[in-house]
């Protein structure tokens, strides 16, 4: 098939004008060598010697054919004749682990479904079907269907604003829709520290694998310490790991630098926990404001804190929430300024998903 062979920078403007003049042939642009790419041309386009092509060589070569653009075409024809419903409509992935839900149409299938998805994403190792979330840990019920290598884990690696995090989402609980939050967290936390003129120790007691972490540890004098823990054996495990990966190229000594296993409202009881932190996190959306009573002795004493968490709520009790924030940082024995609750996104038809924040002053 005939192709114009251009150089490589090139390729966008050729392609744009030959596209432009309709001279494009439906086939794909090839490499014809280390420096130059081939473009499809059609019965329509002129001849080689034409003036158009500014001295640019035609040459022959196979066309590049396009390959199916979703993973319902690798499915067998039979199957494919099946209304479109009949399929997921979407799936995640982490890592190299995808995961998507089966339903009544779609579980005979399910083989099928998997096959159809590594062959269409090389990336991925292993298909999961998710049946939701289990045990007091609400992680998710994951069966494996099928993988490239015959391993059924889905342990695996994911990268965040750069960084390497160690997941798994049979054993605990990660969230990549919520980086953009704890970016935002770094902001906060940064600002923060600036307000307050030195270094700061930030609690998080419901830390998972530890993702919030993943920017304050990689900047050099924004922590003094951390404090890290989750309830699931399986999280601490992996943030752990995250950790240790993380403050590796830190020159920081962190004092304190505590990551343990242990219920967050039992924290206020260890003295290596509590009266230390100057911000706290709290990210257990079922129970955040129920929590907060027994979070309030972590923070520091003395000074300024920084109270920040994320809540499910019924959308009619949010005009209500800043009021309740407030009056439970008073009962706590602290003033609250700033303080805001703001809804991010819908979690159902009545309830929704929430940012709650305040600055303390404990006197």
């Known amino acids: 098939m005939r192709h114009l062979s251009v150089p490589s920078e090139q390729t966008q403007a050729w392609l744009q004008r030959c596209k432009a003049n309709g001279w494009l042939a439906q086939s794909g642009v090839v490499e014809v060598d280390e420096r130059h790419r081939g473009l499809p041309l059609n019965e329509a386009a002129p001849a080689e010697g034409d003036d158009c092509w500014e001295g640019f060589l035609h040459v022959e070569i196979e066309p590049r054919t396009r390959g199916p653009t979703h993973w319902t075409h690798h499915l067998p024809a039979p199957l494919q004749a099946l209304p479109e419903s009949t399929w997921p409509s979407s799936y995640e992935t982490q890592g190299d682990v995808l995961i998507f839900k089966l339903d009544e149409a779609s579980e005979p299938h399910a083989h099928a479904i998997a096959e159809a998805m590594l062959k269409q994403m090389p990336n991925v190792r292993i298909v999961c079907a998710d049946a939701g979330v289990k045990g007091d840990f609400r992680v998710r019920d994951l069966t494996p269907l099928l993988s490239r290598d015959g391993s059924t884990v889905s342990a695996t690696r994911v990268r965040e604003h750069d960084q390497v995090v160690d997941v798994d989402p049979g054993e605990a609980y990660y969230s990549a829709r919520l980086a953009q939050q ?20 930030v609690a998080d007691p419901y830390a998972g694998v530890g993702p919030a972490f993943v920017l304050m540890l990689k900047h050099t004098g924004l922590l003094q310490g951390y404090l890290a823990g989750d309830l699931n054996p399986k999280a601490v495990d992996l943030m752990r790991k995250n950790i240790a990966r993380w403050t590796r190229k830190n020159s920081t000594n ?3 630098s505590t990551v343990v296993c242990k219920d967050a409202r039992a924290w206020k009881n260890e003295p290596e926990l509590s009266g230390r932190a100057d911000v706290i996190l709290v990210n257990l959306p079922h129970d955040s404001f129920e929590h907060l009573p027994d979070l309030f002795p972590l923070f520091v004493p003395q000074g300024e804190g920084l109270l920040r968490g994320w ?3 019924e959308r009619t009790s949010l ?5 309740q924030l407030e009056s439970l940082v008073r009962a706590a024995g602290g003033t609250p300024h700033d303080a805001h609750v703001l809804e991010i996104k819908d979690f159902s038809t009545t309830r929704c998903f929430v940012l709650f924040q305040t600055l303390i002053a404990w006197d």
């Open 311 to 313: 809540a499910i709520i």
């Open 254 to 256: 962190f004092n304190p």
């Open 182 to 201: 704890r970016k935002n967290t770094y902001d906060e936390v940064q600002a923060f520290q600036q307000h307050l003129g030195r270094p700061v120790v």
């Open 319 to 323: 005009d209500g929430r800043v009021e």
